[in-house]
């Protein structure tokens, strides 16, 4: 890319920066130019993490030229623009996603060389961004870049936590959580834009004013207000075309210290609102798929809610008499029922603010959202205490009982909803001491509501949402998650890139969908061979990390089985540490069999409060100890835990894996994103029929994807009978033994009684189908096993999920937001 565009400022006539050149040698001397003048360092004195910081603002100047570009355009177009409101922002390091979209990496490389300094080094210092859990926060950051990318002027909106993610350590075998501190030496992406603040209101009356010859009108007197105030990060696309923008909100107290009580002795109590205020964005919650029912968490929901929406409201009122037509200017997405909240705040300002009537401002209200639903899980659906929520947001409050009786008007007169069907989609829960559902809010606040893959599409229609689906049919729809190709191919896997580019040509780097002209090279011996020793490098890259940090050696010539994401039941880590132990005591039984060497690689982090799902890490690193440890089973069984899985780390892994587990209980998975990353990269799967697995088979075809167990029909059923797990275990001797010598603490010698519970919650019930899938699982492990042994059949399977994986890019999803439900972007 040239970048040679003319920055047009604000039209203002200021002068405009001159073009940039890319070469090796212009680039040297601006890194030392910003070394010496930003950094106050020579080229001898700087430490590797300056050179991070000079290199990142020169990539930075070139990112505001296209930036600015970017945002004039579209507020001077007039063009939709697209708000995707998101508790979470899973977003990894930026540097290297930055220099790879603006096509800089080779020169940069070159120009940092010539000081004898390595990019590959110095973009490792990059703190890691985890604004977010897992799969839906990741899933956020793949939007942003890919919205960037086919020109979609998108607007991410967050909340700025000062602590993301937990680190985790693990001692002794178990999980401890230390906390993350990305912002210690500050943060060259972000732009505080100080301008950008707006007040938040919590708590206090509402009351009624009514003026002669006018309608009653609601006035809303908070008792404690903060500062929302706007922190900005440019998100590059492809080819640096468009930069768009990710504000979050970092709250600041309107007072920093209340200065009669410190004059009067109270030095503590003069800083209380400021540490309240303050505490609403320190840090994020650590519950993935789990609702986190504490005050502070609905403060931090209304907070980035409301400061959004006010946003919004402003740019829009730049160019805009009025609101009335805010839908045909703005279309906000809601990551989940997190920022779900702003149905009713939205309403709130229409008309307590903005002066619209009611039937006005739900018609504006509901053409401007729409909702993405990640997961079924009844645990992880939010709702809240009325008493709770009536204390902290009273006039919102009012607004969904007004709303609610609105739907209820309408189920009951349009649709002749009797007693049960109406409690089904009311925005109250009466039975659990009356909460408010904020599945439901998002629902008839939304024009549009979707789930993440086919199967649970379906399924939201037949269970959460299956009444409000009787009375909307039209509003759910699917949108199948995907993920970018520039971070999870090219950035991750620079070797299959260039294998890819020199075989089939650059066009699937513009279009993903073309990667499929690899197809046929699954037939051709030679390229098979080039392929496998690609693979191979990433997996030696792996072991090496694995021997640093864990000390423990792993043959990269063995298969790379690997599992990581959360750590949670339904997940089956536990069904994967099961199938270990009965292959060891099989190996032990068995010395003189022809075993296929395999490495099983775990990671993920379990929520700090979730028992059963630490017990899991420690097992897994329990069964490490033992496994890798006994001379029997030589180099054919290996067990690792890797710890603290974050983004960086996963961009090491999806390339290096040869097996990709994927065996969540059916039905139970939305979507899952990393089966994408493994795939795209060559992996093959084992899987159950669960979430976009069941697409991937469509697309892969059913020769090379490894499915197995029972279907989300069939868990339904056997959950609706008998689950105890006790006779399948007693007719199953290898899931018998391998259980028999959990709870007898061959793993735990020092604390024998340590998974006693662990494995008795299996005997009674077998909720999460571990021992009713358990066969078929093993039965599958050894078709891998014996396939393993004709490479050829391998690497073409491996092959050919890389050219049939193209569908899965965040592209094509964010083509299909934009075309069905926002009705934005360059095809609108
Ligand atoms: C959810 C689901 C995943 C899904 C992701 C993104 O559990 O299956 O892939 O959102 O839609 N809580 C999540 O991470």
């Known amino acids: 890319m040239t970048n040679e565009v003319d920055s047009a400022l604000d039209g203002t006539g200021a002068p ?16 030392v130019e910003k070394l010496t003048y930003s950094v106050g360092k020579t080229p001898a004195e700087a430490r590797r993490y300056d050179w991070l910081e000079a290199t990142t603002l020169v990539i930075r100047d070139r990112i505001i030229d296209q930036w600015m570009e970017s945002s004039q355009r579209a507020k001077t177009s007039g063009e ?71 020109d979609i002027p998108g607007f991410g909106y967050g909340i700025r936590y000062v602590h993301g993610f937990f680190r985790q350590e693990i001692a002794d075998g178990a999980q401890v959580e230390l906390p993350e501190t990305w912002l210690a030496h500050g943060n060259p992406w972000e732009f505080e834009r100080r301008e950008l603040a707006y007040e938040i209101g919590f708590g206090g009356k509402v009351t009624t004013i009514q003026e002669p010859g006018r309608p009653a009108r609601q006035v809303w007197r ?48 003069a800083l209380v609102e400021s540490n309240k205020a303050e505490a609403i964005t320190r840090i994020l919650y650590p519950a993935d798929s789990h609702q986190a029912g504490q005050e502070l968490r609905l403060r931090q929901e209304y907070f980035f809610s409301s400061a959004s929406l006010q946003d919004i409201i402003r740019r829009h009122l730049h160019a805009n008499e009025n609101l009335s037509n805010l839908a045909d200017k703005f279309s906000i997405q809601l990551n989940d029922t997190h920022p779900a909240v702003s149905v009713a705040e939205l309403m709130r300002l229409l008309i307590d603010v903005h002066g619209h009537e009611w039937a006005e401002a739900w018609e504006i209200t509901r053409n401007t959202f729409s909702y993405t639903n990640h997961t079924l899980l009844p645990e992880a659906l ?26 209820i008007r309408e189920a009951a007169q349009e649709k002749g909803f009797d007693d049960s069907k109406i409690a089904a989609i009311s925005l109250i829960d009466e039975g659990n001491g009356r909460r408010v559902r904020m599945g439901q809010l998002a629902f008839v606040g939304s024009h549009a509501v979707n789930g993440v893959s086919a199967l649970h599409t379906e399924l939201m229609k037949e269970t959460v949402f299956h009444h409000l689906h009787l009375l909307y049919p039209d509003r759910i729809e699917n949108k199948t998650n995907g993920v970018t190709p520039r971070r999870w191919l090219m950035q991750a896997n620079p070797g299959l890139t260039d294998l890819v580019t020199d075989a089939i040509g650059p066009a699937f780097l513009d279009d993903i969908e073309k990667i499929a002209d690899l197809d046929p090279l699954a037939d051709d011996a030679a390229f098979r061979e080039r392929f496998a020793a690609v693979k191979r490098r990433n997996k030696e890259q792996l072991a090496n990390l694995i021997g640093e940090r864990m000390a423990t050696q792993v043959d990269p010539g063995a ?48 929520a700090p409060s979730y028992a059963q799902a630490k017990q899991i890490i420690h097992l897994a690193n329990d069964v490490a100890r033992t496994i890798n440890s006994d001379p029997a089973v030589r180099d054919l069984l290996k067990v690792v835990f890797i710890p603290n899985y974050n983004v960086s780390l996963a961009e090491i892994i999806m390339p290096a894996a040869d097996l990709s587990e994927q065996i969540s209980t059916a039905g139970l998975e939305a979507s899952g994103t990393g089966n994408m990353k493994f795939a795209m990269n060559g992996a093959l799967t084992i899987g159950t029929l669960d979430g976009a697995n069941v697409e991937m088979l469509e697309h892969v075809g059913e020769d090379n994807i ?13 959950r609706r009978e008998a689950h105890s797990g006790r006779s399948i275990i007693a007719e199953l001797p290898l899931l018998r033994e391998a259980l028999d010598a959990i709870s007898s603490g061959v793993f735990s010698p020092e604390d024998p009684a340590r998974y006693h519970d662990l494995v008795s919650n299996l005997y009674n019930n077998d909720w999460w189908m571990t021992c009713a899938d358990f066969q078929a699982y093993w039965d599958t492990q050894r078709r891998l096993d014996a396939l393993w042994q004709d490479q050829d059949e391998w690497q073409a399977k ?17 083509r299909e937001y934009a075309r069905d439900i926002w009705k934005a972007g360059p095809d609108a």
């Open 222 to 269: 908070p008792a404690e207000r903060v500062l929302a105030v706007a922190y900005d990060t440019p998100i590059v696309g492809w080819r640096g075309r468009r930069v768009n923008t990710l504000r979050l909100w970092s709250a600041q107290p309107l007072d920093p210290i209340l200065l009669d009580a410190f004059n009067s002795g109270d030095h503590i109590g």
């Open 382 to 407: 939010e709702h809240w205490p009325i008493h709770l929520f009536e204390r902290l947001l009273p006039r919102q409050m009012q607004i969904i009982y007004a709303i609610n009786a609105g739907v």
């Open 559 to 606: 298969i790379f089985d690997i599992q990581v994401k959360r750590i949670h039941e339904y997940k089956r880590q536990f069904l994967n540490i099961i199938e270990a132990i009965a292959l060891y005591d099989q190996i032990r039984s068995h010395p003189e069999r022809d075993w296929t060497p395999r490495v099983k690689i775990f990671a993920g982090k379990a």
């Open 80 to 150: 939709k623009r697209v708000c995707y409101l998101s508790m979470e922002f899973l977003i990894g390091r930026l540097l290297r996603d930055a220099i790879n979209n603006l096509n800089l990496t080779e020169p940069i490389r070159e120009a940092l060389s010539r000081y004898g300094v390595d990019l590959d080094l110095v973009e490792l210092l990059e703190p890691d961004a985890a604004l977010g859990n897992g799969g839906l926060g990741r899933l956020a950051a793949c939007f942003m870049e890919s919205m960037a990318s086919t």
């Open 798 to 814: 491996a092959v050919h999920n890389t050219a049939r994986m193209g569908w899965f890019s965040s592209d094509r999803s964010i």
């Open 706 to 718: 490894f499915i197995f167990g029972l279907t989300a029909e069939e868990v339904a059923q056997r």
């Open 16 to 31: 405009t920066p001159a073009p940039r050149k890319n070469d090796p040698e212009t680039l040297a001397r601006q890194i």
